[in-house]
């Protein structure tokens, strides 16, 4: 048993390269997972530099000095985030205000189109079932309402989150867009000379993740255009917010768009019950999603990133699990550096094996 320990270590971990590769991987999981929470600013500022880097990097291909391309880029991003704080937030906020407010008239609502199916479709469903749903549906709602309570009991302390970050977070995105070059200089000090295996997996990782990036974030703002020119044209109730959580699944590949349909289909029940308007919505939302998988997606991601649909559907369930709403937002991005790492991995094994 030892001696196949020994082995799989010898094969595995005598190339310095890879061993270096491990721990930093190792480094960074664990700073991530331990002081996340601490750290918070200073990785969101870290994510939107990098994010902002493109466009600093196209401005300067265009021979502009580095200082005024971080300075127009800022500028572009900071009126980015005023327009969202004055006008997309507030609004948002009012749709979730309006909905919080007409959700007991809704789940009534519900509970009296339901009660009409068993007589309506006596073939298809029970009034039994139709109790079962309407007991679930009650418990659900109560659940929730203690929820939102404990959120506004806790409204305080996020706001002054909020606050920070909103003046934390500007001033470090600036400076590690600013003084990137005099950063690395000084973080890679600390690092060993050689590695090679780990500046391989960043580079074939870095092109991947920011045309990815690049290409949902494009996916997200026409889905969501889309989508609500869709349902406000429907007449659909809360089609701002609607549409803007159907824009977000795309983040979240299969298990977004499966989740959004119930939603949707909620939605449409509750204001107009089984009619032509609740089958004419849905359609609408299955022909954004069928021009979203076979057309817009494959043209703005073609290449992108080489996964297997388990692997996304496993990197989704792993990393939410491990880091929530953000696991799940980079839970792609996650799985093709994993991706990355195993491919240059086994290569240099390859390689290693091959040398006489």
Do not use: C
């Not at 989150?161 to 400076?175: E, G, K, S, T």
């Amino acid at each position: 048993m030892f001696e196949i320990f020994r082995e799989w270590k010898n094969r595995h971990f005598s190339d310095p390269q890879r061993v270096i590769l491990g721990i930093m991987l190792i480094a960074g999981a664990g700073l991530v997972y331990f002081l996340g929470s601490l750290l918070a600013p200073v990785f969101i500022s870290i994510i939107i530099a990098y994010l902002l880097e493109g466009m600093v990097g196209v401005l300067q291909r265009s021979r502009l000095p580095r200082l005024p391309a971080v300075a127009i880029v800022f500028v572009v991003f900071m009126v980015g985030m005023i327009v969202m704080i004055l006008w997309l937030i507030p609004l948002t906020v009012k749709q979730i205000s309006q909905l919080v407010q007409q959700l007991p008239g809704m789940l009534s609502t519900v509970q009296y189109r339901l009660l009409q199916l068993p007589t309506s479709y006596p073939e298809l469903i029970s009034e039994n079932q139709v109790g079962q749903i309407i007991d679930f549906l009650n418990t659900g709602i109560s659940t929730l309402g203690k929820r939102v309570l404990t959120l506004s009991l806790a409204s305080v302390v996020e706001l002054i989150h909020l606050v920070v970050y909103l003046v934390l977070v500007p001033f470090m995105v600036f400076f590690l867009l600013k003084d990137k070059m005099l950063l690395l200089g000084w973080g890679r000090r600390f690092l060993p000379d050689n590695m090679d295996l780990t500046e391989t997996v960043w580079q074939e990782a870095n092109v991947q993740i920011t045309n990815y990036i690049r290409g949902k974030g494009w996916e997200l703002l026409i889905i969501w255009g889309i989508s609500y020119a869709s349902f406000k044209a429907l007449g659909l109730q809360f089609a701002l917010l609607i549409s803007l959580f159907v824009g977000l699944s795309v983040i979240i590949p299969y298990i977004g768009v499966t989740v959004m349909g119930f939603v949707m289909a909620l939605a449409a029940f509750i204001q107009w019950g089984w009619s032509s308007e609740f089958a004419a919505a849905m359609a609408v939302y299955a022909v954004i999603q069928i021009l979203d998988g076979n057309l817009l997606a494959p043209l703005l991601l073609s290449g992108v990133v080489n996964l297997h649909p388990v692997a996304i559907v496993v990197a989704v369930l792993l990393f939410g699990g491990l880091w929530g709403l953000w696991g799940l937002f980079f839970a792609i991005p996650l799985a093709t550096l994993a991706n990355a790492v195993i491919k240059a991995w086994f290569a240099r094994l390859e390689h290693r094996s091959e040398k006489p």
